[in-house]
C-alpha cells in the first residue's frame, strides 16, 4: 500500500513537469525541425532548405556574424566577470548579498528596454557622448552604437551580471585555509592561482563561458531593437524570415533556427566534455 502511494506521489510530482516538457520545449523542437525538411511549395520532404542556407553567401556571414559576437562578447565579459567576482568574493556577507541581489536585477535587464538605455546613454546625442564632447573630448567623435561595436558593447553589458552570478559560488569554493596552507608552505600569491586557484575555478569558467556563448546566440530583442535588419545576425534573419515584408518563408527561418540550436548544443557537449577533462586532470 504504502509502495503504491508513493509511486502516485512521485506521478502526480513528476507529470506537471512532464507536460509543460513537452508543450513548451519538445513539442515545438520537434515541430521546427520537421518544418525544416518541408518544401515550400507542399509538405514534402527535402533538403533544399539545408542546401539553400549552407551555399547561400548572405545566410553563412549571418551565422559567422553571431558565432564572432557571440565569442567576443562572451570572452569580454567573463574577463570582466572574472575581476568583479573575485572582489565581490572579498566582500562581508551583507556587501556579497546586496550586491548579488543588484545583479539579480542586472541580469533581467535586457531586450528593448536594454537598447534603449544604451540610445539614451550612448547613442548619437546621448548623455555621455554629448558631456564627451562638452568636456572637450573628441575620442568618441567617430564612435557609433547602431554599429559592430555598439552591438559588442551592449551584449557585454548584458553578459557581465549573468557571468558574474555563476562564478561567484566558485570564487567562494576556494577556501581561506587553502591559501593560508600554501602560504606556510612556502608559496606566493601568484603559485597558489596557478597550482591552486585556477584548477579549481577552471570548471566553472568553461561551463560559463559555453552558458554565456549560448546566451549572446539566442539574443534577438536587444540587437533588433538596436540595428534592426541592418545587420546581418542569424537570429534577425530568423525573425525576418518568419515575418516577411513580402513573402514569408517559415521552412527558412526553421532551418536556421535548426542549426542555431545544433550550434548552441555542440557548444554545450564540448564544454561537457572539456570540464570532465579539467577534472580527471
Given at each position: 500500500?504504502?509502495?503504491?502511494?508513493?509511486s502516485f506521489f512521485i506521478i502526480q510530482s513528476v507529470l506537471p513537469f512532464v507536460l509543460l516538457t513537452g508543450l513548451f520545449l519538445l513539442i515545438p523542437s520537434f515541430t521546427m525541425i520537421v518544418d525544416s525538411f518541408k518544401s515550400n511549395l507542399g509538405g514534402?520532404?527535402?533538403?533544399?532548405?539545408?542546401?539553400?542556407?549552407?551555399?547561400?553567401?548572405?545566410?553563412?556571414?549571418?551565422?559567422?556574424?553571431?558565432?564572432?559576437?557571440?565569442?567576443?562578447?562572451?570572452?569580454?565579459?567573463?574577463?570582466?566577470?572574472?575581476?568583479?567576482?573575485?572582489?565581490?568574493?572579498?566582500?562581508?556577507?551583507?556587501?556579497?548579498?546586496?550586491?548579488?541581489?543588484?545583479?539579480?536585477?542586472?541580469?533581467?535587464?535586457?531586450?528593448?528596454?536594454?537598447?534603449?538605455?544604451?540610445?539614451?546613454?550612448?547613442?548619437?546625442?546621448?548623455?555621455?557622448?554629448?558631456?564627451?564632447?562638452?568636456?572637450?573630448?573628441?575620442?568618441?567623435?567617430?564612435?557609433?552604437?547602431?554599429?559592430?561595436?555598439?552591438?559588442?558593447?551592449?551584449?557585454?553589458?548584458?553578459?557581465?551580471?549573468?557571468?558574474?552570478?555563476?562564478?561567484?559560488?566558485?570564487?567562494?569554493?576556494?577556501?581561506?585555509?587553502?591559501?593560508?596552507?600554501?602560504?606556510?608552505?612556502?608559496?606566493?600569491?601568484?603559485?597558489?592561482?596557478?597550482?591552486?586557484?585556477?584548477?579549481?575555478?577552471?570548471?566553472?569558467?568553461?561551463?560559463?563561458?559555453?552558458?554565456?556563448?549560448?546566451?549572446?546566440?539566442?539574443?534577438?530583442?536587444?540587437?533588433?531593437?538596436?540595428?534592426g535588419s541592418n545587420y546581418n545576425l542569424l537570429t534577425i534573419r530568423i525573425g525576418s524570415l518568419v515575418t516577411g515584408d513580402v513573402m514569408p518563408k517559415p521552412e527558412l527561418a526553421a532551418t536556421l533556427a535548426v542549426i542555431l540550436g545544433i550550434t548552441t548544443?555542440?557548444?554545450?557537449?564540448?564544454?561537457?566534455?572539456?570540464?570532465?577533462?579539467?577534472?580527471?586532470?
Amino acid at each position: 500500500m504504502k509502495n503504491k502511494r508513493t509511486s502516485f506521489f512521485i506521478i502526480q510530482s513528476v507529470l506537471p513537469f512532464v507536460l509543460l516538457t513537452g508543450l513548451f520545449l519538445l513539442i515545438p523542437s520537434f515541430t521546427m525541425i520537421v518544418d525544416s525538411f518541408k518544401s515550400n511549395l507542399g509538405g514534402m520532404f527535402t533538403l533544399e532548405n539545408y542546401k539553400t542556407v549552407l551555399t547561400n553567401t548572405f545566410y553563412l556571414v549571418a551565422i559567422k556574424n553571431s558565432i564572432n559576437i557571440s565569442l567576443i562578447s562572451s570572452l569580454f565579459g567573463l574577463a570582466v566577470a572574472l575581476v568583479c567576482a573575485y572582489s565581490i568574493s572579498n566582500f562581508g556577507e551583507k556587501g556579497q548579498n546586496r550586491i548579488i541581489t543588484i545583479l539579480n536585477m542586472t541580469s533581467n535587464f535586457s531586450g528593448v528596454p536594454l537598447a534603449l538605455g544604451n540610445i539614451l546613454l550612448l547613442g548619437n546625442s546621448g548623455i555621455f557622448i554629448l558631456l564627451l564632447k562638452k568636456m572637450g573630448i573628441n575620442t568618441f567623435t567617430n564612435f557609433t552604437l547602431y554599429s559592430w561595436t555598439g552591438l559588442i558593447i551592449t551584449y557585454v553589458y548584458f553578459q557581465i551580471p549573468l557571468a558574474v552570478m555563476l562564478l561567484y559560488p566558485s570564487f567562494l569554493g576556494i577556501k581561506k585555509e587553502w591559501r593560508e596552507s600554501a602560504m606556510l608552505l612556502g608559496a606566493n600569491s601568484l603559485q597558489f592561482w596557478a597550482k591552486i586557484g585556477i584548477p579549481v575555478l577552471l570548471p566553472g569558467i568553461v561551463g560559463t563561458l559555453s552558458i554565456l556563448f549560448a546566451n549572446a546566440m539566442g539574443a534577438y530583442a536587444t540587437a533588433y531593437a538596436l540595428v534592426g535588419s541592418n545587420y546581418n545576425l542569424l537570429t534577425i534573419r530568423i525573425g525576418s524570415l518568419v515575418t516577411g515584408d513580402v513573402m514569408p518563408k517559415p521552412e527558412l527561418a526553421a532551418t536556421l533556427a535548426v542549426i542555431l540550436g545544433i550550434t548552441t548544443i555542440t557548444t554545450m557537449i564540448i564544454n561537457e566534455k572539456m570540464s570532465k577533462y579539467i577534472r580527471r586532470g
